[in-house]
């Protein structure tokens, strides 16, 4: 079974960056697809950006062009970089991981999640 621990998370004022790990454990990973989602107090959960096997990616609208989503297999490990934070990207942000990895990584029901990691963008 697969786990997944986040990192990475904390206090950043607006402007700035963080760079978000999600650390996996358990069987090789290559073939699995990745997901950040995020969910702000009193809002539903959204996916954020996710990277499938073949390095496939997608961002939601409000991170693109000033986010990176990354996979290091050999480290079992993948990467989200934010920049020119935003208050409004405050929230818990979870990694999330599926079996499907090939197939477009936005419409994956991914089943592994993990704990979450609180970022604060202050203004």
């Known amino acids: 079974q697969v786990h997944l621990v986040e990192s990475g998370g904390g206090l950043a004022q607006s402007g700035g960056f963080l760079r978000l790990s999600c650390a996996a454990s358990?069987?090789?990973?290559?073939?699995?697809?990745f997901a950040w989602f995020r969910q702000a107090p009193g809002k539903e959960r959204e996916i954020v950006s996710c990277?499938?096997?073949?390095?496939?990616?997608y961002y939601v609208d409000s991170v693109r062009g000033r986010s990176a989503i990354s996979r290091a297999n050999a480290e079992n490990t993948v990467y989200l970089q934010m920049d020119s934070l935003k208050p409004e990207d405050t929230a818990v942000y979870y990694c999330?991981?599926?079996?499907?990895?090939?197939?477009?990584?936005?419409?994956?029901?991914?089943?592994?999640w993990g704990q979450g990691t609180q970022v604060t963008v202050s203004s």
């Open positions: 999330a991981t599926d079996e499907g990895g090939g197939s477009a990584c936005e419409w994956i029901a991914y089943e592994t």
């Open positions: 990277i499938n096997s073949a390095d496939a990616t």
């Open positions: 358990g069987s090789s990973l290559d073939y699995y697809a």
